[in-house]
Nanobody, 112 residues
Framework: QVQLVESGGGLVQPGGSLRLSCVVS????????MGWYRRAPGNQRELVAI???????TYAESVKGRFTISRDNAQNTVYLQMNNLKPEDTAVYYC??????WGQGTQVTVSS
C-alpha cells in the first residue's frame, strides 16, 4: 500500500527556482530507488532524475547542472531542487518508487 504525495509545484518566471517534495507512505523507503519524471503537454513521460538507495544519481541531459535530486530516509521524502528554470521545463512532475508506483503529480509552469 505504497502511496506518494508530491508538492511544491507552481508558477515561476524563467530563471527562477522551485523545490519539489514527495512523501512516501508504506513500504520500506530506504531500499527504494526514487525518481522524478515529467510529462509536458503532447509528450511522453520522461525521466528527470533518479536517486538510488546508495545515494547515486542519474539526470537527464536537459536538466543536468540545474536540478538536484536528494532524499531524507528519516522523513521518507525525496526532493527535486530546480534552479534556472526554463519554459521547456513546464510539465506535470511525478514522483516514482522503483519506477513502479506513481504519485498524482504536481504542476510546474515556467512563464513570463
Amino acid at each position: 500500500q505504497v502511496q506518494l504525495v508530491e508538492s511544491g509545484g507552481g508558477l515561476v518566471q524563467p530563471g527562477g527556482s522551485l523545490r519539489l517534495s514527495c512523501v512516501v507512505s508504506g513500504g520500506i523507503f530506504r531500499v527504494y530507488a526514487m525518481g522524478w519524471y515529467r510529462r509536458a503537454p503532447g509528450n511522453q513521460r520522461e525521466l528527470v532524475a533518479i536517486i538510488r538507495s546508495s545515494g547515486s544519481t542519474t539526470y537527464a541531459e536537459s536538466v543536468k547542472g540545474r536540478f538536484t535530486i536528494s532524499r531524507d530516509n528519516a522523513q521518507n521524502t525525496v526532493y527535486l531542487q530546480m534552479n534556472n528554470l526554463k519554459p521547456e521545463d513546464t510539465a506535470v512532475y511525478y514522483c516514482s518508487v522503483n519506477s513502479e508506483r506513481w504519485g498524482q503529480g504536481t504542476q510546474v509552469t515556467v512563464s513570463s
